[in-house]
């Protein structure tokens, strides 16, 4: 029985050898463009719609989101405003409202005298055309810190050069086809971004943490296969009723800065003790995700957690059993068969017949994402189309080449 196995294995390999090699080179390309289109930080087409999907079921079951982790505190500066004068090209036009500097100066010098905090993430921007009073005392404050990182942007030029060693990249990249934020590139033009300074400095990375080789065709982490771009999931959202660790529910996962942390009741230097602070305003600067409108500071946030986790590192186990799929998957489109050809019951051939492709990919990303990762069935999705497309086109032109030569045929048999 063993021999009878083995001999119509042998005989299958035989006849199927070259559609196995073209399916083991499509699989190749489709692993490989993957990966390189994963290291981009354009959106891809239908990138977080399971975790959509995910998220709109915990609704619908009652789930509550927004879990902060106790090592962060999250303070929103959005009702601590100040009136300040403004210029156009040097003409004043008016008042505009910033976040209030004297504020800020006075919680960041309680943390410098304190230095128990974690780190320090100050989401506020200050460019060169605000000036305040306490512009000087304010910077150089900044300045003088540890572990502190404040953003910077492609479009902004910020007020005092001492604040750029403390400044790091927080741009994100949308499309006209995707205006939701999905994914995060954590070195775009070769830009160091905030969560990626976080990420260096909280676990002493040398260098740049993630290292591009070749032009950008890969990168590594300690000398380990990662990726530059994650889609993120979002385990921390700043809006919305919420569930803090002792499963109480809270309005807001955050204080104040006016009304809740410079109170004297409490003393600052005991809110911030061993915390990760994370000041930005919750209210204003929000972008919409998948999860809804969230702060840029909340989506930063995120971005950190990911690399902390290892998000960003290829996991193998994944890698073989994709490309395993593909493979099989690949084997089937090229012989022109369906996944109903797999059974000889007529019913179970009826049932897979409804088993598309799409199906299949499906399932797979509910199985990943039970292990936290994100699997976009683009690449593989049009990969398979342009393959299906091929084959069609190929079978349709050698129908029409015998009916021809059949006609041919019967016109010389009739002379």
């Avoid at 080179?25 to 399971?50: A, C, D, K, R």
């Avoid at 910020?158 to 995060?184: G, P, Q």
Wanted: with cysteine.
């Amino acid at each position: 029985m063993k021999g009878y196995w083995l001999t119509n294995a042998e005989k299958w390999l035989k006849q199927e050898r070259n559609t196995i090699k073209y399916s083991v080179f499509v699989s190749i390309v489709i692993t490989v463009f993957s990966y390189v289109m994963g290291n981009t930080g354009i959106p891809l087409p239908g990138e977080t719609q399971v975790l959509k999907d995910f998220d709109d079921l915990k609704e619908f079951f009652g789930l509550q989101r927004g879990h902060v982790p106790d090592s962060f505190l999250f303070v929103n500066v959005c009702y601590d405003k100040d009136m300040v004068e403004y210029e156009e090209n040097g003409i004043p036009v008016g008042k505009t409202a910033i976040t209030d500097r004297a504020k800020l100066l006075r919680l960041l010098q309680t943390a410098y005298r304190a230095n128990n905090y974690r780190y320090i993430f100050l989401d506020v921007i200050f460019d060169n055309t605000i000036e305040t009073p306490y512009d000087s005392a304010l910077f150089h404050t900044i300045a003088s810190m540890d572990r502190i990182v404040i953003p910077s942007h492609a479009d902004v030029v910020l007020k005092d050069s001492v604040l750029c060693e403390k400044a790091a990249n927080a741009d994100y990249l949308t499309t006209w086809k995707v205006a939701t934020f999905s994914r995060y590139q954590y070195q775009p033009n070769d830009e160091i971004t905030v969560p990626l300074r976080m990420y260096i400095d909280r676990k002493h990375v040398k260098g740049n943490g993630i290292e591009k080789h070749c032009g950008g065709l890969w990168y590594t982490d300690g000398g380990r296969l990662c990726q530059s771009a994650v889609v993120l999931q979002l385990p921390v959202t700043m809006l919305g009723s919420l569930i803090d660790e002792e499963g109480q529910v809270r309005e807001r996962n955050y204080v104040y800065l006016g009304s809740d942390l410079l109170e004297e009741d409490f003393p600052m230097e005991e809110q911030i003790d061993d915390k990760i602070v994370v000041i930005g305003d919750f209210k204003n600067d929000v972008h919409l995700t998948y999860q809804g409108n969230q702060p840029g500071s909340a989506i930063c946030v995120n971005a950190y957690i990911a690399l902390m986790n290892g998000d960003h590192i290829v996991k193998w186990w994944y890698v073989v059993f994709l490309f395993v799929i593909y493979v099989i998957v690949g084997y089937f489109y090229l012989n022109g068969k369906s996944f109903s050809t797999l059974f000889r019951n007529p019913w179970l051939g009826v049932v897979m017949s409804f088993f598309s492709t799409a199906t299949l990919f499906l399932l797979i990303a509910i199985f990943v994402n039970l292990f936290g990762i994100v699997f976009n069935m683009w690449v593989p999705t049009t990969v398979y189309s342009l393959i299906d497309t091929y084959i069609q086109k190929r079978n349709l032109f050698k129908t029409k080449k015998n009916e021809k030569s059949a006609n041919a045929h019967s016109s010389v048999s009739m002379d």
